[in-house]
């Protein structure tokens, strides 16, 4: 049966109700590219999400029409998810700063004691 | 309810059956403390999939829901509610992009999303099975469905996972244009000839069954529903969520001088509660199984446009293609 719709878009497509649907392939989807953009000049870029593409040109098309609707971006960057390398969440201590690296840290450098102490024995 | 975290009670074993509980005590702790979250992070097996279940209906709601209000693109009144209605309807498939990246973070890919919509085997939004018979219809779609899938999403928006929270809030950031436009059809219509305000009338009339249940049923207390709000899956009740609608909005119907088709309804000033007529969930269960005015349409439709341009897609696939899951 061809379906009439209140959309004249769906009636003219002639769409049979009953046909029978081929289930999608695997890689009919494409693969996946990591968008980053850039909001204004002179900021950083930062990941927004990801797009389905076949190619980076293509990514880039659908990243555009994606992530940049409502302006807000000068600038983007497709990347392919599979060339990024990540670290693992379970890892995250080895961005724990030791209380064995405070001599990288400003507020361990404390000079005015010393200061003070220097000119009271000058005084004395 | 755009998609909705659910247990059902009869389940007889226990959801936690198997896991690690030192790692799903360290897991509760993280969410506890108000932290997201990740793809790569440790998780309960029920935790994936319920929010699987309730990211892809609502990718699937978004995509299925262009298509009742874009049964009026063609014929909108003017130009600039043409152009208005397109970039709405643009907008909503893009939300479907974002959700449908957002749960295959969690391991299910877009290809069986696809299927399983297709074939039935997922559900989406129930009021997207019901038809837009007048212009007046997309109105009150765009102001009055919008306005509760709003509420929806911000209130996930705050949940523990943190590829739905942020495809939430880039989503929300453009609703407010939805139900600028959807508002501005609707008063257009209600201060309008005597004509217009009948049109909109008959179809606030139609549609405020549907948005009732849009919320989904009374969720009955359970213990799996307790887990569920632990883990900052589900935020609110879906009573909870409907009682806020009823509160912004029915006072924004009826100061319209639009009559709201349930002589129960009115606020309970002991309580601030509202009363309502329930209802027919009997209907809602029918219509979300396949038995409503427009499933069948729905589906035939996403699935010619899957079937029609399945050879462009083959052509332009490349060769050694490998699929990684996607990281945020
Ligand atoms: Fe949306
Ligand atoms: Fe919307």
Known sequence: ?124 | MYGNAYIDPNQQHSILEGEDMEKLAAFEARIAQGDKIEPHDWMPKEYRKQLIRMIEQHAHSEIIGSLPEGTWITRAPGFRRKLALMAKVQDEVGHAQLLYAAAETLGKRRESMINDLISGKSKYSNVFNYPAPTWADSAVIAWLIDAGAIINQVTNSKGSYGPYCRALDRICAEESFHLKYGHDNVVFLATGTKVQRQMVQEALTRWWPPIMHFFGPPDKSSVHGEILMRWKVKMASNDDMRQQFMNMYVPKIWDLGLQIPDPNLRKNEQTGKWEYTEPDWNEFKRVINGDGPCNAERLAVRRTAEERHRWVRRAILGQGVEYVTPLA
């Open chain 1, 1 to 124: 049966m061809i379906i009439q719709s209140l959309d004249p878009r769906v009636t003219r497509a002639r769409i049979d109700q009953e046909k029978e649907f081929q289930p999608l392939d695997q890689l009919d989807q494409f693969e996946t590219y990591e968008v980053f953009h850039q909001k204004k000049r002179g900021q950083q870029h930062s990941h927004v999400g990801i797009v389905h593409a076949p190619n980076a040109e293509l990514a880039m098309v659908f990243a555009k029409e994606q992530y940049s609707r409502r302006g807000q971006c000068v600038n983007l960057w497709v990347v392919r998810t599979r060339d990024v390398f990540i670290t693992e969440y379970e890892d995250a201590d080895i961005f724990e700063t030791t209380p064995a690296k405070l001599h990288r840290e400003a507020e361990s450098y404390k000079v005015m004691d010393r200061i003070q102490a220097y000119k009271e024995r000058q005084e004395a």
